[in-house]
């Protein structure tokens, strides 16, 4: 037998992150207030996420953030950023003085280190103490193989950031990669100890190969956003942590329909089947390919500068041949030319970007343009991050989305504002539980010592 106290015993068995890093000595006078909060927190965590909306700041928080265990480590930050992010991420750095500069080659060029994700092969893990993640939610898009390096390039760090707007939108499980990549509570073993498969529980779902669908076990949800606030912070304004949110208005967001009709049947109907499943979807898509793209041409030509986002590379061929004025970039682009097509839309240069969101959905600021069209799929984070290259913080326009769709795509569209509603709640919930200390630091005080078997100690 061994005597604890019982705040001790407790401590050993808590579900929640720890502090692994230090206290700042200062921070910068430019930052807003919220953000001094946001990055001490994250500095004394050590291995942490700020899951902070667009326009909010993530980027001068995250310099300052490197830029304060440069100092306390006195060896070099990388920063890890979408394509073309870094050299946003270089110019902000400038701006507020701070020393950092972009490599393409594996170099250490500056005592914080900007590179994006598709050249992180080229560095060496050993020659920096701490890694920012920009735009992590991006992560889960690579391939195995980039995920896989951008994972082993984290591990065992003993400063780590993770940066991004959207976390899990619509799944709650995906804050398990986080935690993963963070050190903290691995991703089966946060399914194992929060949720329950609902799939063991069917017979006929096991037989039929469906994918796991995992639900909060009855006790688990309270615990399981205590345990999130342990290691990560989210907000959407200001407001959600106590401050003002003064020159943190959003202009009015307009969102559009378009429903274009097929010109022809499907191959071997006389007359318009709708689409009931995702391959009919998939196939009414292409075959509404010249309907869609003329719509979306004729509703972008008048705009000064203007979006025009694509699922198919069919779709942006096509787009770029009726636009006037357009520029494609494809992703069998060289990383050069894209980075250089990128820059030139954010410039002005361009007056109508036609790409995918996987391509160029990500970090971008692009509050100069203020309309955009969107052939919806089923991914609300692409929608979201799509949308919130131009509607955010710092936008002095009304933003106009025009989705064009078909009515076999309604289905889409009806499960984008479902997940919208799901990631309103992941975010009520999660900024609930952050609001308020006395849920992530409870008293366990208790006057008398605990008696602990040893092999519970």
Not at 176 to 193: F, K, V, W, Y
């Given at each position: 037998?061994?005597?604890?106290?019982?705040?001790?015993?407790?401590?050993?068995?808590?579900?929640?992150?720890?502090?692994?890093?230090?206290?700042?000595?200062?921070?910068?006078?430019?930052?807003f207030?919220?953000?001094?909060?946001?990055?001490?927190?994250?500095?004394?965590?050590?291995?942490?996420?700020?899951?902070?909306?667009?326009?909010?700041?993530?980027?001068?928080?995250?310099?300052v953030?490197?830029?304060?265990?440069?100092?306390?480590?006195?060896?070099?930050?990388?920063?890890?950023?979408?394509?073309?992010?870094?050299?946003?991420?270089?110019?902000?750095?400038?701006?507020?003085?701070?020393?950092?500069?972009?490599?393409?080659?594996?170099?250490?060029?500056?005592?914080?280190?900007?590179?994006?994700?598709?050249?992180?092969?080229?560095?060496?893990?050993?020659?920096?103490?701490?890694?920012?993640?920009?735009?992590?939610?991006?992560?889960?898009?690579?391939?195995?193989?980039?995920?896989?390096?951008?994972?082993?390039?984290?591990?065992?760090?003993?400063?780590r950031?993770?940066?991004?707007?959207?976390?899990?939108?619509?799944?709650?499980?995906?804050?398990?990669?986080?935690?993963?990549?963070?050190?903290?509570?691995?991703?089966?073993?946060?399914?194992?100890?929060?949720?329950?498969?609902?799939?063991?529980?069917?017979?006929?779902?096991?037989?039929?190969?469906?994918?796991a669908?995992?639900?909060?076990k009855?006790?688990?949800?309270?615990?399981?956003?205590?345990?999130?606030?342990?290691?990560?912070?989210?907000?959407?304004?200001?407001?959600?942590?106590?401050?003002?949110?003064?020159?943190?208005?959003?202009?009015?967001?307009?969102?559009?329909?378009?429903?274009?009709?097929?010109?022809?049947?499907?191959?071997?109907?006389?007359?318009?089947?709708?689409?009931?499943?995702?391959?009919?979807?998939?196939?009414?898509?292409?075959?509404?390919?010249?309907?869609?793209?003329?719509?979306?041409?004729?509703?972008?030509?008048?705009?000064?500068?203007?979006?025009?986002?694509?699922?198919?590379?069919?779709?942006?061929d096509?787009?770029?041949?009726?636009?006037?004025?357009?520029?494609?970039?494809?992703?069998?682009?060289?990383?050069?030319?894209?980075?250089?097509?990128?820059?030139?839309?954010?410039?002005?240069?361009?007056?109508?970007?036609?790409t995918?969101?996987?391509?160029?959905?990500?970090?971008?600021?692009?509050?100069?343009?203020?309309?955009?069209?969107f052939?919806?799929?089923?991914?609300?984070?692409?929608?979201?991050?799509?949308?919130?290259?131009?509607?955010?913080?710092?936008?002095?326009?009304?933003?106009?989305v025009?989705?064009?769709?078909?009515?076999?795509?309604?289905?889409?569209?009806?499960?984008?504002?479902?997940?919208?509603?799901?990631?309103?709640?992941?975010?009520?919930?999660?900024?609930?539980?952050?609001?308020?200390a006395?849920?992530?630091?409870?008293?366990?005080?208790?006057?008398?010592?605990?008696?602990?078997?040893?092999?519970?100690?």
């Amino acid at each position: 037998m061994s005597t604890v106290s019982y705040a001790d015993f407790l401590a050993r068995r808590t579900q929640l992150g720890g502090e692994h890093g230090f206290a700042p000595e200062s921070l910068p006078d430019f930052l807003f207030p919220f953000q001094h909060d946001l990055v001490t927190w994250a500095l004394r965590q050590g291995r942490a996420a700020l899951f902070a909306d667009c326009g909010l700041g993530k980027t001068p928080m995250q310099l300052v953030w490197a830029d304060s265990v440069r100092q306390h480590t006195r060896r070099p930050v990388l920063v890890v950023t979408p394509l073309a992010v870094a050299y946003q991420s270089e110019g902000e750095a400038q701006k507020f003085g701070i020393d950092a500069a972009v490599s393409r080659d594996g170099r250490v060029t500056a005592p914080i280190t900007i590179t994006n994700y598709d050249r992180l092969e080229k560095f060496d893990r050993d020659d920096f103490d701490g890694v920012v993640c920009d735009e992590s939610s991006a992560i889960k898009a690579f391939d195995g193989a980039r995920r896989k390096l951008v994972t082993d390039f984290m591990r065992k760090k003993p400063h780590r950031l993770l940066a991004t707007a959207t976390a899990a939108p619509n799944d709650y499980i995906e804050l398990g990669t986080s935690s993963e990549a963070l050190g903290h509570l691995g991703h089966m073993d946060m399914l194992n100890r929060f949720f329950v498969n609902d799939r063991n529980t069917s017979a006929t779902n096991r037989y039929r190969g469906e994918a796991a669908k995992w639900r909060f076990k009855g006790h688990a949800e309270t615990p399981f956003w205590r345990w999130v606030s342990s290691w990560a912070r989210a907000l959407r304004r200001p407001s959600d942590y106590g401050f003002a949110d003064d020159g943190f208005a959003l202009p009015d967001l307009v969102q559009r329909e378009h429903v274009v009709k097929a010109r022809r049947p499907a191959e071997g109907t006389l007359f318009e089947v709708p689409a009931v499943g995702v391959r009919e979807e998939r196939e009414e898509a292409r075959r509404t390919i010249g309907e869609r793209c003329e719509a979306a041409a004729a509703l972008l030509s008048g705009p000064e500068h203007g979006i025009a986002w694509c699922q198919l590379n069919r779709e942006g061929d096509l787009l770029t041949r009726l636009i006037d004025g357009a520029v494609q970039i494809k992703g069998s682009d060289p990383i050069e030319a894209k980075e250089e097509a990128l820059a030139a839309f954010s410039r002005g240069d361009i007056r109508v970007l036609v790409t995918k969101p996987s391509i160029a959905g990500w970090g971008l600021n692009w509050q100069h343009c203020h309309r955009m069209t969107f052939f919806p799929s089923h991914s609300y984070e692409q929608y979201y991050q799509a949308v919130r290259r131009c509607w955010r913080f710092g936008q002095t326009q009304p933003v106009t989305v025009d989705i064009v769709t078909t009515e076999g795509g309604a289905r889409a569209l009806a499960n984008l504002q479902r997940k919208a509603r799901a990631a309103d709640a992941m975010f009520d919930a999660l900024v609930a539980h952050m609001r308020d200390a006395t849920t992530i630091r409870r008293t366990t005080d208790y006057p008398h010592p605990v008696e602990v078997p040893q092999w519970a100690s």
